[in-house]
């Protein structure tokens, strides 16, 4: 089998952003390896091969960059970047992160995100209609993370905006590497500076004051900039995926009401309803790598060097995986899905992400049971990694 196909797919094309779905089935059925000869990468869009590649860290490294445009661009990645870093270096930065980002802060932080939450949506107590990205999706993930980080309130959306317009991009352009705040990390520096003089209860002071043992066997602590890496990375990473995980709730509990009622009769199936929306929909779509050693998949072979895309938004729709797997169903056992990767670089926010997905949406049905979206008006983001509302309009029933 060759890799010449006629499907055609260009994740830069902000025409597929409204439904990539038909594309991906006939990559996976008539592409399962396909090549890019403009972009110059080869993608896999089958479970299976996702699965079986995505934990070969040793084969397909991160260290270049896990966004095809950073790999293509030679990028220097800074130190600390440990989502584009390979072992070992990155189990070391992996594992001190893993330390200081424990279940039991995670867990501390649910009262304030239910807060937070309440006091978005009850202003909009009484109207017909309100934008659930500008109420909540575009509000809650920044402010998550500043609850965790300990960056003064004042500060976050500032923060927000500042990591946001790093990573958008225009129909057919990149991210803009040189520019990219999600590598630069300056946004951030100020606030390293103040926390070290006045230490606190959140995770910044605890990168600053945490000791381990680098990749030379010398113990000591973070430098300034590896802080600054740590930090930049989980804002990073954690801002937009977890904004457009609402949208994607909001707009598939709207297009599924009968399980929406469901959820709003026995909200003990909520943690299973978000499960399914990451399925559904990810936040994220493509996870990339740089091919380590010649790779053979499906009769050809990938040589060293190349780029390799792993379509985890096609692979949550395999029906070889998932029956019906274009069906959206809260009562479906999801299990392993790859919408928050797989292997040594599994998102290390997914806790986080859940515990948003979940209150979000205790929230917002307890406010509004019913409510349909204005899809003349809803209108869709996409950046080189994300895709989701940006503007979601809710008439609210
Ligand atoms: C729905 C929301 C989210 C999605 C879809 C998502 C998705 C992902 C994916 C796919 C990866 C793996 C990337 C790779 O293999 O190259 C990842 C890694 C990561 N995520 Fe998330 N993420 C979400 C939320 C968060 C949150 C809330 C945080 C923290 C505040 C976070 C922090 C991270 C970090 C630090 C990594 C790097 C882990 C490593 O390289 O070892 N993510 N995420």
Redesign the pocket.
């Known amino acids: 089998m060759t890799t010449v196909a006629t499907v055609q797919w260009d994740p830069y094309d902000s025409g597929l952003a409204a439904d990539p779905y038909p594309t991906y089935r006939r990559l996976r059925e008539e592409a399962p390896l396909y090549y890019n000869e403009e972009h110059d990468f080869y993608a896999l869009s089958r479970y299976s091969d996702c699965e079986q590649g ?1 934990p070969d860290w040793d084969n397909y490294r ?1 260290g270049r960059g ?1 966004v095809l445009e950073i790999i293509k661009s030679g990028f220097e990645i800074p130190p600390g970047t ?4 390979d072992p070992p270096v ?1 189990t070391i ?2 594992r001190l ?1 893993v330390k200081v ?1 424990t279940p039991r802060r995670i867990g501390a932080l649910e009262p304030k995100v239910r807060e937070f939450c309440a006091r978005a949506l009850d202003p909009y107590r009484g109207r017909d209609q309100f934008d659930l990205m500008e109420a909540l999706g575009g509000e809650l ?1 920044m402010r ?2 500043g609850m ?1 980080l300990g960056i003064p309130e004042a500060d976050q959306a500032s923060v927000r905006d500042h990591v946001g317009k790093s990573i958008s991009i225009d129909d057919g352009s990149g991210m803009d590497v040189n520019n990219a705040a999600l590598l630069s990390g300056d946004i951030y520096g100020d606030y390293i500076d103040w926390r070290r003089d006045h230490p606190g209860d959140d995770l910044m002071t605890e990168l600053l004051h945490t000791e381990f043992e680098d990749e030379n066997g010398v113990r000591r602590a973070l430098t300034r900039d590896e802080v600054l890496g ?1 930090v930049t ?3 990073g ?3 937009e ?2 904004g ?2 609402v949208g994607w709730i909001g707009s598939a509990l709207a297009a599924h009401p009968d399980q929406r009622q469901e959820l709003v009769d026995d909200p003990a199936l909520i943690p299973n309803a978000v499960e399914e929306v ?1 399925r559904y929909e ?3 779509m493509v ?3 740089t091919v380590h050693r010649d790779a053979e998949w499906h009769g050809t072979t990938v040589p060293a060097g190349a780029a390799l895309l792993f379509v ?1 938004g096609s692979a949550n729709r395999d029906d070889r995986r998932y029956p019906h797997a274009d069906a959206f169903d809260i009562h479906r056992e999801v299990g392993q899905h ?13 806790a ?2 859940r515990l ?2 979940r209150i979000a949406t205790q929230e917002l049905l307890t406010r509004f049971p019913r409510w349909d979206v204005d899809w003349q008006n809803a209108k869709m983001a996409q950046t080189s990694t994300v895709r989701g509302w940006e503007t979601l309009p809710l008439l609210i029933r």
Do not use: D, K, W
């Open positions: 995505l991160s896990m440990l989502i584009m870093e990155h930065h992996r992160l980002f993930p998550v993370i965790l740590y990375i989980l804002s990473a954690g801002n995926t977890t457009r995980l990451l990810p936040p994220s996870i990339a790598r985890v790859l919408t928050l990767g797989l292997g040594a670089h599994y998102c290390l926010g997914a986080l992400a948003q997905g």
